[in-house]
């Protein structure tokens, strides 16, 4: 959980805006070392490589804490492995993820250092058998026919997906590949999953595969769910039912994202004004979709809260400035007597916010703070400015 209504957190994101501007992404040091510390408690005994997934946020600032908190990296493109680069991440220590590597960017990852590779498909195969790369250890995203139970545009796991080949495929992949390097399998299910079930069905069917192989490694991927309506992944269930399965392999990779750096995170907007329709209040704030386009996207649910305010004057919903009727924020809230120049706070926003903000209508990317553990505020990315939008124009 995080500690959004304590003052100290109030009256550090105030603080924050009044110097930055809105909007404004703003993160916690304290609650990131904390909940990455929680990760790598819940499979104490394991010999265990935690990644953070740099899709999720991609501030080489946090990346670099944690680093420090003894985490590599999981990444998808060569953007995601220069923020992971300019972290200080050993590249032994990055895990190249994805189903669509072209040719010229593995011969970069190479080039680069990256030697641990999730394969997905037998072409994604026999384009690396072409290359005949030293010293890979690759493992080979199984797709098991699992449902994660999330929303349907961040599930992975059945074979309708694009993702991974189905497990019945395994043996003639194996035979068809036995000259590579395979050191393991890799699963990833999903995202944002807040029961342990699902991990356990795909999990006993993953290790009894690993194990027929003899694989002594195996990447069991993330997904975990944070509380954004009230259910959070139970991780001492998740202790207790899914890491015996893992015992007897002698390296555990594992890849955890928004329930790190979710939690830590807040974005803060500006009330632009109250608009009172006929049918409907609208709260217009000063950054939307081009900000924060999971409740869009996925109809995504985020606790707002308004400084120094409390209480439940009128329902509204909470829209952005952008020319979309799917720009909104938030729907029907209850929400107290808002003004022009509120500051409104939006919980669980550090998690596929900034890297999924955009530039639609010409918008300007916001800004990034961090709030150090004694306090103190630093800015680790400036705000875009109109010149950063049409740098790459050629007239």
């Known amino acids: 959980m995080c500690a959004i209504k304590t003052s100290s957190t109030m009256e550090a994101l105030k603080k924050a805006a009044e110097i930055h501007g809105t909007p404004l992404y703003v993160y916690f040091e304290e609650t990131i070392r904390e909940r990455a510390r929680r990760v790598k408690e819940v499979f104490h005994g394991i010999n265990l490589l935690p990644t953070f997934a740099v899709k999720a946020n991609n501030n080489p600032n946090l990346l670099a804490i944690l680093k420090e908190e003894g985490f590599g990296m999981d990444v998808v493109t060569k953007g995601e492995l ?31 250092g ?10 994604e195969m026999e384009m690396w058998e072409s290359l ?12 098991p026919e699992v449902d994660a139970r999330t929303h349907p545009h961040i599930s992975t796991g059945l074979k309708k997906h694009k993702f991974g080949i189905p497990l019945n495929m395994l043996d003639s992949f194996m035979k068809r590949f036995k000259g590579m390097n395979i050191k393991g399998l890799h699963v990833h299910i999903g995202s944002q999953i807040t029961k342990v079930d699902p991990f356990l069905e795909a999990y006993e ?30 991780v001492q269930e998740y202790r ?12 555990v990779f594992v890849e955890i994202g928004r329930y790190i750096i979710a939690p830590a995170g807040f974005l803060v907007l500006k009330v632009i004004l109250v608009k009172r329709g006929e049918n409907k209040v609208f709260v217009v704030v000063d950054g939307g979709m081009n900000t924060l386009i999971r409740p869009a996207l996925y109809s995504a649910h985020h606790r707002i809260f308004v400084y120094g305010k409390e209480g439940s004057d009128f329902k509204a919903d909470v829209v952005g400035p952008l020319c979309e009727s799917g720009d909104v924020i938030a729907y029907d809230r209850n929400l107290p007597a808002v003004e022009p120049g509120d500051f409104l706070f939006v919980e669980n926003a550090g998690a596929y916010g900034y890297t999924m903000a ?3 209508n010409s918008t300007s990317k916001p800004a990034e703070v961090l709030v150090k553990k004694d306090g103190e505020l630093v800015l680790i990315r400036r705000r875009e400015n109109i010149m950063d939008i049409f740098k790459d124009v050629v007239m």
């Open 240 to 251: 207790e039912k899914v890491v015996p399965l893992l015992d007897g392999f002698k390296r």
């Open 358 to 360: 955009n530039n639609y």
């Open 132 to 143: 005949s790369p030293e010293d890979v250890n690759f493992f080979v995203r199984v797709n």
């Open 205 to 234: 069917k993953v290790v009894e595969a690993s194990r027929r192989y003899g694989f002594e490694e195996i990447n069991i991927g993330g997904g975990w769910g944070i509380d954004y309506q009230g259910e959070e992944l139970n």
């Open 82 to 112: 220069f923020a992971a680069r300019l972290a200080g991440v050993d590249p032994f220590l990055i895990v190249w993820n994805g189903n669509g590597k072209s040719k010229e960017e593995m011969l970069h990852f190479l080039k680069e």
């Open 114 to 123: 990256v030697r641990t590779i999730n394969v997905d498909s037998f072409e």
